[in-house]
């Protein structure tokens, strides 16, 4: 009895040992493939990069299992760069930007056997392939909440009789301004969250939007930055990928102009330690957490993945130490507000677009037709997840 016993125990103990050998085979075979449209230098690839390196340790993936593509221009040679990682070995490749999209699907109808997840795309569910995905945060919510952290500050400056008739309009609107990359929805989306937040404090806002068409150019960046200030705006904020308007902001406050601003992607203090208020970041870990875990279980990913402030994916950067009192309780309701549901970021209440609000709405991009809104509020980023919202509402105007 006792030898059978013992049989039965190493033979269970063998067992055990193959097929946690088995599980580390798999693990050490995966391999990762990354297609950043800059490199480290700017703050959207940093935060990629960044959330990439803590998921692989989350789930205990190995460096030498990722392969680094940068600075990959979004051309053909996302596509070559994609054939290259497939060549070498990769049975999932990311690409960061939404340039990347359209060669990425290419290389996924032409690899079946490999997953493609394009960042922040919006074709993958039409596109009907099963090895092609997207992924995106609900960056609308923090930039709502940096636009409360704007608010708080502009109210602090009107209290104090710190707002100079040259910040007004001719409707009595105090202006404030907003670097864009391109007039795509995600920054449409983005901006009008900054500017409801911002209004959610003080309602007599209107806000100037200028677009450096580049994701990435801290010269056109920070001349369009220039460009708003010289026009009265008092407060900046962005959708570009550099520090080049917080540094304009930095040195025009220091040569007298009262103007602040609120950043994107990465903490801006080090480069405007006085203008900057905070920045709207993501944090892209929870995705690629989610992903390579399924990546090792070998289980789907879904083509479709949007998360934000209740899962920790978007958040706001430190508090500047020129932020009105009382900001940091003010974001704790908001953000508190955000996660249980009692606020919509896009409450159709809230804005109007020719003086009316709406109360139904199709996106231009890409949804066949479905309805946006649901009970007075537009619904960002569920039927998809990258934004569609492309409503440009009164009170922001497009200079470009």
């Given at each position: 009895?006792?030898?059978?016993?013992?049989?039965?125990?190493?033979?269970?103990?063998?067992?055990?040992?193959?097929?946690?050998?088995?599980?580390?085979?798999?693990?050490?075979?995966?391999?990762?493939?990354?297609?950043?449209?800059?490199?480290?230098?700017?703050?959207?690839?940093?935060?990629?990069?960044?959330?990439?390196?803590?998921?692989?340790?989350?789930?205990?993936?190995?460096?030498?299992?990722?392969?680094?593509?940068?600075?990959?221009?979004?051309?053909?040679?996302?596509?070559?760069?994609?054939?290259?990682?497939?060549?070498?070995?990769?049975?999932?490749?990311?690409?960061?930007?939404?340039?990347?999209?359209?060669?990425?699907?290419?290389?996924?109808?032409?690899?079946?056997?490999?997953?493609?997840?394009?960042?922040?795309?919006?074709?993958?569910?039409?596109?009907?392939?099963?090895?092609?995905?997207?992924?995106?945060?609900?960056?609308?919510?923090?930039?709502?909440?940096?636009?409360?952290?704007?608010?708080?500050?502009?109210?602090?400056?009107?209290?104090?009789?710190?707002?100079?008739?040259?910040?007004?309009?001719?409707?009595?609107?105090?202006?404030?301004?907003?670097?864009?990359?391109?007039?795509?929805?995600?920054?449409?989306?983005?901006?009008?969250?900054?500017?409801?937040?911002?209004?959610?404090?003080?309602?007599?806002?209107?806000?100037?939007?200028?677009?450096?068409?580049?994701?990435?150019?801290?010269?056109?960046?920070?001349?369009?930055?220039?460009?708003?200030?010289?026009?009265?705006?008092?407060?900046?904020?962005?959708?570009?990928?550099?520090?080049?308007?917080?540094?304009?902001?930095?040195?025009a406050l220091a040569a007298?102009?009262?103007?602040?601003?609120?950043?994107?992607?990465?903490?801006?203090?080090?480069?405007a330690p006085n203008a900057?208020?905070?920045?709207?970041?993501?944090?892209?870990?929870?995705?690629?957490?989610?992903?390579?875990?399924?990546?090792?279980?070998?289980?789907?990913?879904?083509?479709?993945?949007?998360?934000?402030?209740?899962?920790?994916?978007?958040?706001?950067?430190?508090?500047?130490?020129?932020?009105?009192?009382?900001?940091?309780?003010?974001?704790?309701?908001?953000?508190?507000?955000?996660?249980?549901?009692?606020?919509?970021?896009?409450?159709?209440?809230?804005?109007?677009?020719?003086?009316?609000?709406?109360?139904?709405?199709?996106?231009?991009?890409?949804?066949?037709?479905?309805?946006?809104?649901?009970?007075?509020?537009?619904?960002?980023?569920?039927?998809?997840?990258?934004?569609?919202?492309?409503?440009?509402?009164?009170?922001?105007?497009?200079?470009?």
């Amino acid at each position: 009895m006792k030898k059978v016993t013992a049989l039965l125990l190493a033979l269970i103990l063998c067992l055990s040992l193959s097929a946690c050998g088995g599980t580390k085979g798999k693990n050490a075979d995966l391999k990762i493939g990354v297609i950043l449209v800059h490199d480290e230098n700017t703050g959207y690839d940093l935060s990629h990069i960044n959330g990439i390196k803590k998921a692989a340790a989350n789930v205990g993936i190995k460096e030498d299992q990722i392969i680094w593509k940068y600075s990959i221009s979004e051309d053909e040679n996302c596509f070559d760069a994609a054939t290259d990682l497939v060549e070498q070995g990769c049975k999932y490749i990311i690409s960061d930007s939404y340039g990347h999209q359209s060669y990425m699907q290419q290389a996924a109808e032409e690899n079946p056997n490999v997953t493609f997840i394009a960042m922040t795309g919006d074709t993958a569910a039409a596109s009907g392939l099963k090895n092609f995905k997207n992924a995106f945060c609900n960056t609308y919510e923090a930039r709502y909440v940096s636009g409360v952290v704007a608010g708080m500050k502009l109210k602090q400056l009107v209290d104090e009789g710190k707002v100079a008739d040259k910040n007004y309009d001719e409707d009595g609107n105090i202006k404030i301004g907003y670097v864009g990359a391109f007039p795509y929805a995600e920054v449409v989306s983005g901006y009008t969250a900054f500017y409801l937040g911002v209004k959610s404090i003080v309602d007599n806002v209107s806000m100037d939007v200028t677009y450096t068409n580049s994701w990435y150019s801290p010269t056109a960046e920070a001349e369009a930055a220039n460009a708003l200030i010289s026009d009265g705006s008092i407060i900046i904020s962005q959708h570009s990928d550099s520090s080049g308007a917080p540094s304009a902001c930095e040195a025009a406050l220091a040569a007298g102009t009262t103007v602040y601003c609120v950043g994107y992607n990465v903490d801006m203090l080090s480069v405007a330690p006085n203008a900057a208020l905070t920045s709207a970041l993501n944090d892209w870990s929870v995705y690629y957490t989610y992903a390579m875990n399924c990546m090792l279980k070998g289980e789907d990913i879904a083509t479709d993945w949007a998360r934000g402030y209740s899962e920790g994916a978007n958040m706001i950067s430190a508090l500047g130490a020129s932020c009105a009192p009382g900001t940091k309780e003010k974001v704790e309701a908001v953000e508190a507000a955000i996660k249980d549901g009692s606020l919509k970021v896009f409450d159709c209440s809230t804005f109007t677009v020719g003086g009316e609000h709406l109360t139904s709405y199709t996106s231009s991009w890409g949804l066949n037709g479905a309805e946006t809104i649901k009970d007075g509020v537009f619904e960002e980023s569920v039927i998809r997840s990258a934004p569609y919202f492309d409503i440009r509402i009164d009170g922001i105007t497009e200079l470009n």
